[in-house]
């Protein structure tokens, strides 16, 4: 047995290709098995011994010959490996002779079989130590080749022709993986790109190509080839990254003039700041820019920068991005760089921007949006939830959770009906009830009150709007679908496009329903009908709502007489103890003691019941806030402007290739199972490729030329921009401090292990003494 293998082994090392060096020690009977086996390929046996392999699935028209002419190199080599797909093997250019001209004009080239040579043996030495990666080589010396010689008028011809191969040729089902198969073309290129958008992976996008292909050797290429496009497309960036924005950036402003970007550098020519407003964001500020909203999310891009979008709400009461932000630090400086920005891109302050506590803005609000130029300074109000959320954290969880404490307090934090001097009575009464007087963060947040407090704001229009950044929480959540932590700047401006592509789609999903569809009122006042005509369907249903309860909830104590076309009520609301609502109301106007208008443009239910109560029918004009409306951003100043022609060009292109893609399956699917109808749709495909030909030769759309298309062109020259340095920021994933409090309640949610036999949690049931 020994002896054997030996003889075995000494036979393959001294054969150019083990694989047929078995193949001769096969007896016949295993032969014709090899033959079934690799059905569509003849073989014959040399006289040495050794098996030759012929293609004989392929056409007669299909197999090269000696003196065979070309009309040019490019069809000669595109046929030979049309050759090698039908046949089982892949294809490689390989030696070739240039003429001295100036045009180098190949006189002669090889194309080979790519087993074609040995692979040269690496020297790895004892003493180096080297990790090598578990590889295969396939060259075992093949001969088959084509050899194209130049012809006088540009054509080629077959000077030799060598069909025998000393290697088993791919299967059916195998030649799917050779390379000669295998082609990232256009369509796969966009797949993956296109996936990329919407944060689906190369695996993903790989599955979703199988399916519309119908299978996966329908494809055209492997998951690898899906990972090495991405690989390749991130290479084209490398370290252009910033510049290639920065020019991304140029050539939108040139096309559009409203839209408006600044950035920043550090000595050396790394970006450190970036901010961008397009002409529809700078629009919807002017319509929605009262109140603003404005938070920080991280991990949305490899450089770690901080990005922050300025957040508004819309008509339809959604989400609405006026501009965005990159910055390297949550710093004084980088934080009043953006504000300023903002302000100059859009021309004036906001009535009030709403924050968390980060030490870094409450320095930097008040210098940039101040009441310098002549603008009118900005409110600043801090996220009631965020202070709710450290009551536990600074007073005890004993206390805010065990007692009455929390519940008493939050009766005076987040009510909006309380006068100022209510909330401050019933503050320090709850203080004295639970002897907090000493504690000193209570007394620090009783001291900016008025940056938090509702009752603070009720004379100030628009700010109560927004009392957290609960929408800027929303907008980090809806980016982080779209935004990876390894994006490149060119990945996460072409993400934020298909973000915004998104979150404007579905604005304009909501116009065309508000103006195309009519709401179903419930009273019998006209003045209903007149809202549903005036207002968004969001803004009609809580008018609606209103309504309705001025109905159902309100009692009148009090009615005077008109006096100058005004009528004064007392109303109580069943719904809010211990509170009478003063109105003041006339034909046009009408004003409620509970200020709801003034905070958030909404009309009370107590408005409504007055003017009832005069019998209006007719909704107020002086009461409709165009920011409600369903006209809200008509005849606004800054248009939107036409970009590149050369993004249109590539979006027609991409909706071609679909429609053609569809089309195509479309036909597939009617021929069916039958095959004469196959025969004929693959007939006509064939005789199209062919008149494709004819038409001449088409300028070629390479990879290089197709990565530009998808990320922008490459700068030329050297580069001023330089791409961010890695940033260091308290909010990164995996470097952020976690607080003891944060510690607590993820191990809480852990499951607690226990001992099966007695429900011990100090021991398993292995090391359990009742055992």
């Not at 920065?246 to 409203?258: L, M, P």
């Not at 603008?375 to 009551?391: D, E, G, N, P, Y």
């Not at 805010?400 to 929390?406: A, G, I, S």
């Not at 934090?413 to 000193?440: D, M, Q, R, T, V």
């Amino acid at each position: 047995m020994i002896t054997t293998d030996l003889m075995k082994i000494s036979e393959n090392q001294g054969s150019s290709c083990g694989d047929s060096s078995r193949i001769t020690t096969v007896v016949s009977s295993d032969l014709s098995s090899v033959g079934n086996e690799c059905s569509l390929t003849s073989y014959t046996e040399s006289p040495g011994g050794n098996m030759y392999y012929i293609p004989s699935s392929v056409g007669d028209l299909a197999i090269p010959f000696t003196n065979q002419v070309f009309e040019s190199f490019d069809k000669g080599y595109k046929f030979y490996k049309d050759y090698g797909r039908l046949g089982g093997f892949s294809v490689r250019k390989a030696t070739e002779k240039r003429d001295d001209d100036d045009d180098k004009t190949i006189l002669l080239k090889h194309f080979v079989c790519s087993r074609e040579g040995f692979n040269d043996p690496k020297d790895y030495s004892v003493n180096k130590v080297v990790k090598r990666r578990r590889t295969a080589s396939q060259r075992c010396g093949c001969k088959a080749k084509m050899v194209l010689k130049y012809m006088v008028g540009g054509q080629y011809f077959v000077l030799s022709f060598i069909e025998l191969h000393n290697h088993p040729l791919a299967s059916e089902t195998g030649r799917q993986f050779l390379r000669v198969n295998r082609e990232m073309n256009i369509n796969l290129r966009n797949i993956v790109f296109d996936s990329s958008k919407v944060k689906i992976g190369c695996s993903r996008s790989f599955s979703f190509a199988k399916e519309l292909a119908g299978g996966y050797s329908n494809v055209g290429a492997t998951l690898r080839d899906f990972r090495n496009f991405n690989r390749d497309l991130k290479a084209f960036v490398g370290e252009k990254d910033g510049q290639m924005l920065i020019d991304k950036f140029k050539v939108n402003q040139e096309n559009s003039q409203s839209f408006y970007f600044a950035y920043d550098v550090d000595s050396v020519g790394h970006i450190t700041k970036l901010f961008w407003a397009d002409p529809i964001g700078r629009r919807n500020f002017e319509v929605y820019g009262d109140a603003v909203s404005f938070d920080a999310t991280f991990d949305t891009n490899k450089y770690n920068m901080i990005f922050a979008p300025f957040t508004g709400v819309d008509k339809h009461e959604k989400c609405v991005t006026f501009a965005a932000c990159l910055l390297s630090q949550e710093s004084i400086e980088d934080h009043t760089w953006a504000f300023n920005q903002f302000v100059k891109a859009m021309g004036r302050n906001p009535v009030v921007i709403i924050t968390d506590q980060c030490a870094a803005m409450k320095v930097a609000i008040p210098a940039s949006f101040s009441s310098k130029n002549g603008l009118i300074a900005s409110k600043h109000r801090l996220c009631m939830w965020h202070i709710i959320q450290k009551f536990p954290v600074k007073l005890g969880n004993h206390l805010c959770k065990e007692t009455d404490f929390m519940e008493k307090m939050k009766k005076y934090i987040w009510s909006s009906n309380l006068e100022i001097h209510e909330f401050e009575e019933g503050w320090e009464a709850i203080i004295k009830e639970f002897k907090l007087e000493g504690n000193k963060w209570l007394s620090d947040m009783y001291a900016i009150r008025s940056s938090w407090i509702p009752a603070y704001f009720r004379d100030e229009p628009m700010f109560g709007l927004l009392r957290t950044t609960s929408r800027s929480e929303s907008e980090n959540f809806f980016f982080g679908q779209f935004h990876k932590q390894g994006d490149n700047l060119c990945e996460f401006w072409i993400r934020f496009q298909t973000a915004m592509e998104r979150q404007r789609n579905e604005t304009a999903r909501r116009d065309h329903e508000s103006k195309c569809t009519t709401p179903t009122t419930i009273s019998t006042w006209y003045i209903e009908d007149d809202a549903a005509d005036l207002f968004t369907r969001a803004i009609f249903y809580r008018y609606q709502e209103e309504i309705i309860r001025s109905c159902l909830d309100m009692q009148i104590k009090r009615m005077s007489e008109e006096v100058d076309g005004v009528t004064h009520l007392e109303i109580r609301d069943v719904k809010v103890k211990d509170k009478i609502f003063k109105v003041s109301v006339s034909k046009n106007h009408v004003v409620c003691s509970c200020k709801k208008f003034v905070m958030c443009g909404i009309v009370c239910r107590h408005a409504f019941c007055g003017l009832k109560q005069i019998s209006v029918t007719k909704f107020p004009r002086s009461l409709v806030l165009n920011r409600w409306m369903k006209i809200a951003d008509s005849g606004t100043s800054s248009n939107s402007l036409a970009v590149s022609n050369d993004y249109f060009k590539m979006e027609q292109i991409s909706l071609k290739l679909t429609n053609i893609w569809f089309d195509f399956r479309k036909a597939v699917n009617k021929a069916g199972v039958q095959v004469d109808r196959l025969d004929y749709v693959h007939n006509t495909i064939t005789q199209l490729n062919k008149d494709l030909d004819d038409c001449g030769d088409v300028v070629e759309f390479t990879k290089k030329d197709h990565m530009a298309a998808m990320v922008g062109e490459q700068p030329v020259g050297e580069l001023t921009v330089l791409p961010p340095n890695v940033c260091k920021n308290k909010g990164n994933y995996f470097k952020r401090l976690i607080s003891e409090r944060e510690k607590a309640v993820t191990k809480s949610k852990k499951r607690i292990r226990k001992c099966k036999k007695c429900n011990a949690t100090t021991h398993d049931s292995r090391t359990c003494s009742k055992k």
